[in-house]
């Protein structure tokens, strides 16, 4: 408590007059604020907080916890290097964060702690958080989102799983970049009336042309050929990375069983399994699929079914994955080769190509969701009408 100048000359005087301190209305109501504003600002006691909502960022992370009455008692910052020695002092608790960056590690530390932690799609999360959005008001949002029993948990992914998505995305990167850098070179060599059929295979013979035309500008063909350099080091990197991908998967039981599914492949695979710690967090292989974004959006109303293009909800690379395995099937149908089902011949009969593409893409996760399930093995002749939709 800090007394102002002019409080302190009042007190002083009042000694001198009277001997005795004579406290007066208003500096008891003053007194009774300042005790107020001390009880509010106090640390809560730890016995009193049963949940706790904490919005991470780079530098500060927010916490707010309430006690069993839902009270707030908690609303504190901390910076990144106090957030464990923080939570080391607490009983064990609950504690909410969203799943963005970062928040598997910091599940796995507050876990070793003896905390219980629990990770929410952010997207499920908005809804909980009130107007004027700030950091408080987030780790708020979390607090009350995570206290909902409908509320859908993200599984905690392990160290080995997080390096096991590294690899796959490190995979990703390199492509585009190679896809990026082709493009380029088709582009400058087409300056220059030189031009190449479509594919990757392609790209190595144009480069040699260049570099013995002597048409071309010497600038021209000395850029080019730094390109040509980046684009034969992305090769050999990529080609490092597939294999230590193709070694992950032989050495995976479930991705070995999952490559079994027409149209799924090794790299399907391994999507799979990387990107499904958890798969019984399902309760069926329809919420499975719809959590891929492989189902059509819902707007219905007054007893009106209306369904609308799929969702494109979830990961992106693994339904994109499910798709083109499902288009390259369909591709193969098309041409008479395979034993297709009768459900998939049907439904070409019926549906445009893509459309069936993306049917056939929610039917293979369901099974994909089935087989990580159960342990068992992929059989085609369980397949309704036939003994499988594609060789």
């Known amino acids: 408590m800090v007394w ?24 008891g109501i003053e007194c009774a604020r300042m005790r107020l504003l001390q009880s509010q600002t106090r640390e809560p006691s730890v016995n009193q907080i049963i949940r706790i909502g904490m919005d991470t960022s780079k530098h500060i992370f927010q916490l707010h916890g309430v006690d069993s009455a839902e009270r707030p008692v908690l609303r504190r910052k901390l910076r990144r290097s ?51 959005k700030n950091d408080g ?42 896809t990026q850098l082709s493009n380029a070179i088709r582009g400058y060599a087409a300056e220059f009336g030189l031009t190449t059929a479509k594919g990757l295979d392609k790209i190595e013979p144009l480069l040699t042309r260049i570099a013995l035309d002597e048409t071309v500008p010497a600038l021209a063909r000395e850029l080019l050929a730094i390109h040509g350099q980046d684009y034969a080091r992305l090769q050999i990197e990529l080609k490092a990375i597939e294999v230590k991908l193709m070694a992950w998967h032989r050495a995976n039981a479930c991705s070995r069983r999952l490559a079994q599914i027409p149209g799924v492949g090794p790299i399907g695979a391994t999507a799979l399994v990387m990107k499904t710690p958890d798969p019984r967090a399902f309760r069926s292989g329809r919420h499975f699929a719809a959590w891929l974004g492989l189902t059509p959006k819902d707007h ?86 036939a003994q499988a939709f594609a060789a």
Request: hydrophobic share 45%.
């Open 300 to 385: 219905s109303t007054a007893g009106k079914t209306r369904l609308g293009k799929i969702t494109r909800a979830g990961d992106e690379m693994l339904r994109s994955l499910l798709v083109a395995g499902a288009t390259a099937v369909i591709q193969q149908v098309r041409r008479g080769r395979g034993r297709p089902s009768a459900w998939l011949l049907a439904l070409l009969k019926r549906k445009p190509p893509k459309l069936a593409a993306v049917a056939l893409a929610n039917k293979v996760a369901r099974i994909a969701w089935k087989l990580m399930t159960t342990g068992e093995s992929y059989d085609g002749a369980r397949m309704p009408g």
């Open 82 to 132: 106090e957030v464990l020695a923080f939570f080391a002092k607490l009983p064990p608790t609950v504690i909410g964060m969203e799943a963005c960056g970062a928040a598997h590690y910091w599940a796995r530390e507050l876990r070793k702690l003896g905390h219980e932690v629990k990770l929410m799609a952010p997207q499920h999360v908005k809804a909980y958080v009130k107007r004027n």
């Open 137 to 178: 008001r987030d780790a708020e949002g979390l607090c009350e989102a995570m206290s909902r029993p409908t509320m859908q948990f993200v599984p905690v992914k392990t160290e080995e799983q997080q390096a096991a998505l590294m690899l796959a995305g490190v995979r990703q990167q390199l492509i585009a970049r190679r």
């Open 4 to 27: 102002t100048a002019p409080y302190g000359i009042e007190c002083a005087r009042m000694r001198l007059l009277h001997g005795v301190m004579v406290w007066t209305a208003p500096y």
